[in-house]
């Protein structure tokens, strides 16, 4: 029967994909069938749009079809297509190896934490080895659309290796997979039980799925169904065949547009992010359909990758059926389609985000993140803008959200500028020196956490008018206009003329000590609780963004800023004091670098905490000294 048997070992990630397969949870092992006839109807697509192309194929009369039957004698189910079919090179290719991008790390992933194996295997496509959960042996026998191509046998247990061997014997077109089950899942030779797992994961697929030679599978194309006809537990269905989630969708976006260009679009956000470890990055795009011909699988073109969280078709009357995926991008039919799917989801959000801020919160939770790295598309600015959120000191804890508008309708009077702070945390914030002017002004912030914000504030530049602004990079005589809302907590009096002339020597006195360090040394006007900071001239980047573009560039080298000093704090009062009896004491260098440190170690700057923490032991040991000597008095 055949003409040669070759063995041929699995690629080590082939095998490691099998030995998690194979330990998976029972829960699991329906998905098998799912994945099959996945990849049916994959191959039977991918024949059509051949014969879109006006390509040549043999066995013309075969009707585009999936076929399930049992052998329950032998324990087997034969799963058969009349798709594209294999060649020898595809079976080595493609089934002997996982081409998948970020397979891979997903492996790795899962091989480290087996349960999370089993909480999310489901969810994915693990494709065609997920056979081998339920298959003690698996033959597939295929014949390839290309007419001078022979027909192949690939045989294998699933555990290191494979045989190929090519058939004499003339078959058809497409591909027969028989499945002998194993021991624990004989159960499966039953046709009410294939019924079930097909209703379940395969009721969409939009070619007959025949059982035992009946169809069972609806075959509607959903998307285009008058909306009024559908019910939302359709939608539901729907959503769970294209996601792989069993839940229901957060948002269901479907229309139907007939002028200037006419198209069917079903799109929906998933209420959870999937994408657990960040992996699956290939994993998005929209189905493109032309006239209920499928033209290509998770199209990235449709809709802007910041959206890649949302799931769908979209089905064209438009573009032509034999249009190649290379050129797509380049056609204006499409682009006009892709414009107004994009403005689809953006309207979708905006409702939501008007019409019920709870569930906006939830999106905004779960894919506030991807979305936000749409900060570079301008075409769409005002309208991403408005759909951003931020935690800011409005809320009341670090849960809240605020849009920009909600900003601005609190903002005071004549404050033209969004102020921003950026930190690890809410308490890391709060303790910025910063802030203490915008505290005892009154005046809100925003507060970001994420990197990313960083980017989408230096993008944006600005919000209705409103400049946004860092803490750090802020024109302080702006806010000195605003009147002080809140009580100076350490009432000191007034400095006299006479120290005030001796403070501006002290400052000279100050930047003379830090040198290059700084690039001047000022009384601050900022500060309340802290007795100095660091200031970005206002021309540059501000210092988060500084620390982003250091770490892409491997530079900790420290960028040069003012030194601001508080003259009212008790601290400096003190220096002072000192400085007055004596310019030269040797106290002054301790405490003004101690200073400089200290404000580099809060700006998360410091590269060397050893001289930091000398120098603070240094000045306890000698402050311990004088309480000692007190105490003794
Ligand atoms: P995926 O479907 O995500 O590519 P699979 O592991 O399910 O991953 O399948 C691997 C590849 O094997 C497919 O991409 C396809 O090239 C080939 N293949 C699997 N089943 C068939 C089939 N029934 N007909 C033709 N090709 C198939
Ligand atoms: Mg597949």
């Given at each position: 029967m055949t003409t040669e048997n070759n063995q041929f070992e699995f690629k080590a990630e082939v095998k490691q994909l099998l030995n998690i397969l194979v330990h998976s949870l029972y829960t699991n092992r329906d998905i098998f069938l799912r994945e099959l006839i996945s990849n049916a109807s994959d191959a039977l697509d991918k024949l059509k749009f051949e014969s879109n192309r006006g390509t040549e194929y043999p066995d013309k009369d075969l009707p585009l079809e999936i076929s399930i039957k049992i052998d329950k004698e032998a324990n087997q189910i034969i799963v058969s297509d009349t798709g594209i079919g294999m060649t020898k090179e595809d079976l080595i290719n493609h089934i002997g190896t996982i081409a998948k991008s970020g397979s891979a790390e997903f492996?790795?992933?899962?091989?480290?934490?087996k349960d999370s194996a089993n909480n999310i295997i489901g969810k994915f496509g693990v494709g065609f080895y997920s056979v081998f959960m339920v298959a003690k042996e698996v033959t597939i026998r295929t014949k390839s659309f290309k007419a001078e191509e022979n027909a192949i046998e690939w045989v294998s247990d699933g555990l290191g290796s494979y045989t190929l061997n090519e058939l004499e014997e003339l078959r058809k077109r497409g591909t027969e997979i028989v499945i002998s089950l194993n021991d624990e899942s004989k159960d499966f030779a039953e046709k009410y039980r294939l019924e079930n797992i097909i209703k379940t994961h395969s009721n969409f697929i939009t070619f007959p799925?025949?059982?035992e030679g009946e169809q069972v599978n609806k075959v509607t194309a959903l998307w285009r169904e008058p909306k009024s006809s559908i019910t939302k537990e359709q939608y539901k269905d729907f959503y769970n065949f294209l996601s792989y989630d069993s839940e229901e969708p957060l948002e269901t976006i479907h229309s139907s547009v007939d002028a200037p260009i006419q198209f069917n679009s079903l799109m929906f956000i998933p209420a959870k992010t999937y994408d657990l470890f960040g992996f699956n990055r290939d994993d998005y795009g929209l189905d493109l359909y032309v006239r209920r011909v499928l033209i290509q699988h998770k199209n990235k073109d449709l809709l802007p990758e910041f959206l890649a969280f949302v799931k769908g078709v979209v089905d064209s009357e438009d573009l032509?059926?034999?249009?190649?995926?290379?050129?797509?991008?380049?056609?204006?039919?499409?682009?006009k389609i892709s414009q107004s799917v994009t403005n689809q989801v953006f309207s979708a959000l905006q409702k939501m985000a008007d019409k019920d801020s709870e569930k906006y919160q939830s999106f905004w939770k779960e894919h506030g993140r991807v979305f936000k790295l749409g900060y570079g598309d301008y075409t769409n600015r005002d309208k991403y803008s408005k759909l951003l959120r931020f935690n800011s000191s409005y809320?009341?804890?670090?849960?809240?959200?605020?849009?920009?508008?909600?900003y601005i309708e609190k903002a005071k009077e004549n404050q033209k500028e969004i102020y921003y702070a950026f930190g690890a945390s809410r308490a890391a914030?709060?303790?910025?020196?910063?802030?203490?002017?915008?505290?005892?002004?009154?005046?809100?912030?925003?507060?970001?956490?994420?990197?990313?914000d960083e980017f989408v504030m230096s993008s944006l530049r600005n919000f209705n008018d409103y400049e946004f602004k860092s803490v750090d990079?802020?024109?302080?005589?702006?806010?000195?206009?605003?009147?002080?809302v809140t009580e100076k907590k350490n009432i000191v009096d007034d400095l006299s003329k006479d120290d005030e002339l001796h403070l501006s020597s002290l400052l000279s006195n100050i930047k003379e000590i830090l040198g290059d360090k700084v690039t001047e040394v000022r009384a601050s006007t900022r500060l309340t609780d802290s007795p100095a900071c660091l200031i970005n001239p206002d021309d540059s980047m501000s210092s988060t963004m500084q620390k982003i573009m250091n770490l892409s560039n491997k530079d900790n080298s420290i960028p040069k800023r003012a030194m601001e000093i508080n003259k009212d704090h008790k601290l400096i009062r003190n220096l002072l004091h000192v400085f007055k009896s004596d310019t030269q004491d040797p106290f002054i260098k301790k405490v003004v670098d101690q200073l400089y440190d200290s404000s580099l170690l809060l700006e998360g700057y410091l590269n060397d905490p050893h001289s930091l923490v000398q120098n603070i032991n240094s000045m306890l040991e000698e402050s311990s000294g004088w309480y000692v000597s007190l105490k003794k008095k």
């Open positions: 492996l790795q992933q899962l091989a480290k934490d799925i025949k059982l032509p059926l034999n249009i190649s995926r290379e050129t797509l991008q380049e056609d204006l039919i499409f682009s809320n009341d804890d670090e849960k809240g959200l605020l849009s920009l508008e909600e914030i709060n303790m910025d020196p910063h802030l203490e002017i915008f505290k005892s002004k009154g005046i809100g912030l925003l507060y970001l956490y994420d990197p990313v990079q802020v024109d302080l005589k702006k806010l000195e206009e605003f009147e002080t």
